[in-house]
């Protein structure tokens, strides 16, 4: 509804009407959605209701007919047949509904979600007439929804109508029909049978569902079996065929009623294939068309007011199409009164934040002052008029822009800048633009704006806007019923005098939405992007362009620049440069010539000559090509297979090392049971087989033994682990025993600047296998490096000693030689081995000597590897 008070909006209401079409011989009409709201002037109502539905066949949405005064004509009313939507039939004084000719209302949108038909408070209080007889004598039936007749003083007969044979499905659907109270009321004729919409003969109810032979499917003309309509017939029939339904119950193409329209492809049982069905229809409503609308969408094989949410809107050959998202759909997002919005009624603060980077908005946009401003009613706040911006993302409007309020401190509509479409698939009493009553607007900066697809535009009482004179509006619209009111706004001459307000000399005559040359609805001379210029940079510039018509075009990149007098490109693309920056590859520019690019069949070779043209290289040097690329391509891939084979089996290899190492060094016996309380004797020992044991070569020898690099590979395993094998001589006699007595101790009091004992190997002479110090020993690293040890080096020898020291575990006859170069730090090393070596005199039969593990760990072993 507009809003009452504006007579410029009923002026212009009257003199514009939403368009109908002819579908399959229909006329076809947009209905209403204003339910009780009318415009303040009676006369401009009923011009509106005139021009809405005159020569209308086919109601594409609601039948409204409201505050209409009793010396009305309203004899265009009965060309209607058919209503989708409902009928609502209120606050009028005329005495006769001349809807002769209504067979079916669908019920496709009900009034208060409950009714097809509606018709209440006809009549004018403090006089003696309204509303007397419906006049509805061919309504044969209602898809959906129930009937509500009531509160209509004069009107008679209503309570004789058989509405169950009307109503589709009477028991879920209320039918509210009181008893008439008029005294005044005439009888039905005779021959009606009681049933009737009116006193005369012709009056008479016809029924079709309730007098039908069991055998029938719906609807019938007679009681008889050969009476029965066909099952897609609504409303009734003359005859037994699909073609004979004086409505159809689901589509109608071309006369026939059937199930649904003849699909896009059908199934060739020949060819067990698909193929296309040349007598496909689009659905449309109930009719099955060849062309949906220009302002609807094809979806499949139907004419949809938006697409769903999974595809998005494309334009082929001038039709607009639902294709799938390839990926992230641009987002569409609901507009008010439609989808998540249905019940709001304005763009306000709770609800703007749904607009974020929408690019589409299926439905329309509403700003009223309750918006704006905010709506206490509600709890509402106003809106902060920067949250606004979320709309310059938008590019489409499906339905209208209605603004019929704004911030007081914005002057212009440039949120809109990048909204090129409002296709009026929904309008606001007819109108797909208004711009109403803003004190604040000057220009619109609508920039983008290319098409307004249906409905009118309606700009008035905007005191301080500037430029709606200049706009061609018809440049905008799609049709030529469309109309456009520009009603007291500035005077232009005002706008050009004082504020200077006047379009840019590069716009053409077609106007400008603001000022600036970025803001023409087309150029005079050129344009480049948005904006209009004098000329295209033809010969000079840093980007050289080419005019296509009065559109400058940039040249490729690949394209050389001509000099002053010399066109770069005459077209778009690199085949159309007139000369080459690097090389010409058949008509094409391009960076460099093909060297293996794969071609249809084959890789393709060009070389350059010394034209820079690139030319194909002799069949013969690209034969086998792929085969050597496939080869090396194998070869390299089996490499690093094989490299990773090997890598993770040496990783296994180490880790599975380790692991044994680790098994057989560091393993520790479980405590035993000491029931007796008697400390127990920890010392573990491994007894080795002399098979087990390999001996490398000679470390050192001295009076007890010899030392051997060695390898000890435990029985069961395949591991190698480096060893030190001392072998004592057969000769030490007594002192052996007594050495491996001392074993033990050695193996359970490990320290870490101590060689650990591994094992012993009871051969025929005693060998004691420990730790493998890999640098040697301590005496050939001093002759060695006897120049280079610095103090740092002996005082970390020192500390070692301490450390062992202060546990005291020498064995006899510690022998320590150090050859420094610094005799500072000689004397204390050996004072403090000789301490430790008199207080341990008691096990000083045996003389261990120190080894280091280079470059400042001690570690001890026998001392016969030193002199």
């Known amino acids: 509804e507009v809003m009452e008070g504006s007579s410029e909006v009923q002026w212009f209401l009257c003199m514009t009407a939403q368009p109908y079409e002819t579908v399959n011989f229909f006329s076809l009409c947009t209905g209403t959605e204003n339910k009780l709201s009318t415009l303040s002037d009676l006369e401009q109502q ?27 004509n309203l004899t265009f009313l009965r060309s209607i047949r058919e209503v989708t ?97 008029s005294v005044t009321c005439p009888k039905c004729h005779r021959s009606c049978n009681g049933r009737c919409w009116g006193p005369k003969e012709n009056q008479c109810q016809s029924l079709t569902k309730t007098v039908c032979a069991e055998q029938c499917d719906g609807r019938c003309s007679g009681p008889y079996v050969s009476d029965c309509c066909h099952r897609e017939c609504a409303g009734g029939c003359f005859g037994p065929k699909d073609t004979d339904c004086f409505a159809c119950t689901n589509f109608n193409d071309s006369g026939a009623c059937v199930t649904q329209c003849p699909q896009p492809f059908f199934y060739n049982p020949t060819t067990f294939q698909l193929e296309h069905n040349p007598s496909a229809r689009y659905t449309y409503g109930a009719f099955c068309v060849k062309k949906c609308p220009h302002n609807f969408v094809v979806d499949h094989n139907s004419c949809v ?7 998005m809107e494309v334009e082929d050959n001038h039709i607009k199409m639902c294709i799938p998202c390839t990926d992230i759909c641009p987002k569409a997002c609901d507009g008010i009164g439609t989808g998540s919005l249905q019940a709001a009624q304005t763009v306000d603060s709770s609800n703007i934040d749904k607009f974020v980077n929408c690019t589409k908005i299926n439905g329309n946009l509403v700003f009223l002052i309750t918006g704006i401003k905010g709506d206490v009613y509600h709890n509402i706040e106003a809106l902060d ?30 949120v809109f800048s990048n909204l090129a479409t409002i296709g009026g698939r929904a309008l606001y009493s007819g109108i797909s633009l208004l711009v109403l009553k803003q004190q604040g607007i000057s220009s619109f900066l609508l920039q983008s704006l290319k098409e307004i697809s249906a409905g009118n535009v309606h700009i008035a009482e905007n005191k301080q806007l500037c430029y709606y004179n200049t706009v061609n509006w018809t440049r905008l619209f799609r049709s030529p019923n469309q109309k456009v009111l520009v009603r007291n706004n500035r005077n232009p001459l005002e706008c050009a005098a004082r504020g200077h307000m006047v379009c840019d000399p590069l716009c053409s005559d077609d106007g400008c939405w603001g000022s600036g040359p970025d803001q023409c609805l087309s150029c005079k001379f050129f344009s480049r992007g948005r904006s209009c210029i004098k000329s295209c940079n033809l010969y000079q510039g840093e980007i050289r362009e080419y005019a296509n018509g009065s559109v400058c075009v940039e040249c490729d990149s690949q394209c050389e620049q ?95 090392k380790k692991r044994a190492l680790r098994r057989f060094l560091e393993t520790e016996l479980v405590e035993p049971l000491t029931p007796s309380g008697t400390a127990p004797n920890q010392a573990q020992l491994r007894i080795l087989k002399e098979t087990e044991l390999k001996r490398i070569k000679i470390l050192g020898s001295g009076a007890f033994g010899t030392v051997y690099k060695g390898i000890w590979i435990p029985e069961g395993e395949t591991v190698k682990i480096p060893v030190a094998i001392k ?15 001392d074993v033990s101790m050695l193996r359970r009091d490990f320290h870490p600047h101590l060689v650990r004992l591994l094992g012993v190997c009871l051969s025929p002479t005693i060998q004691l296998v420990t730790q493998l110090m890999p640098h040697g020993c301590l005496l050939d690293y001093v002759h060695e490096h006897k120049d280079n040890i610095g103090s740092q080096l002996l005082l970390n020898w020192c500390v070692q000693i301490a450390k062992v ?60 590897t030193l002199d």
């Open 305 to 311: 007011r938006a697409c769903p949410t999974n595809k």
């Open 727 to 741: 072998i004592l001589n057969e000769t030490t006699g007594p002192k052996a025993n007594v050495e491996f007595m």
């Open 46 to 72: 009923y011009r509106t209701l005139r021009k809405y539905y005159e020569n209308c066949e086919v109601v594409m949405g609601n039948l409204e007919i409201t505050s209409i005064d009793r010396s009305r």
């Open 805 to 864: 020291r202060r546990i005291c575990l020498f064995f006899a006859q510690l022998k320590i030689a150090f050859y420094v170069s610094d005799a500072l730090f000689q004397p204390a090393a050996t004072e403090a081995a000789q301490s430790c070596y008199s207080e341990w005199s008691p096990i000083r039969d045996e003389g261990f000597a120190i080894i280091c593990l280079l470059p400042t760990a001690f570690l001890w072993l026998g001392d016969m």
């Open 385 to 414: 008029p920067e949250k606004l911006n979320v709309f310059r993302s938008v590019r489409e409007i499906t339905g209208y822009l209605n603004i019929q309020s704004w911030p007081d401190n914005m002057t212009d509509l440039s």
């Open 562 to 656: 001509g000099d002053d007098n010399t066109l770069t490109c005459h077209g778009s693309g690199p085949e159309h440069c007139v000369k080459c920056l690097h090389f010409k590859d058949g008509p094409n520019c391009v960076e460099k010539c093909p060297d293996g690019l794969q071609g249809a069949s084959s890789f393709i070779f060009k070389y350059a000559e010394a034209n820079n043209e690139c030319h194909p290289c002799h069949p013969n040097c690209t034969q086998g090509t792929p085969l050597i690329a496939a080869g090396v391509i194998g070869g390299l891939f089996m490499v690093v297979i094989m490299a990773l084979s090997v890598a993770v089996s040496v990783r296994r290899k180490n880790i599975k």
């Open 85 to 181: 939507g409902y009928v609502l039939v209120a606050l009028n004084q005329f005495d006769h509904l001349p809807l002769e000719n209504l067979r079916i209302i669908r019920g496709t949108k009900l009034y208060e979600d409950r009714y097809s038909l509606a018709i209440f408070l006809n009549y004018r209080r403090d006089g003696n007439f309204g509303l007397r007889h419906l006049g509805l004598i061919n309504l044969a039936e209602i898809l959906y929804g129930g009937v509500y007749v009531d509160q209509n003083k004069f009107l008679c007969h209503a309570d004789t109508i058989h509405w169950q044979d009307i109503v589709k499905n009477p028991g879920s659907h209320p039918v509210v029909v009181p008893t008439n109270s």
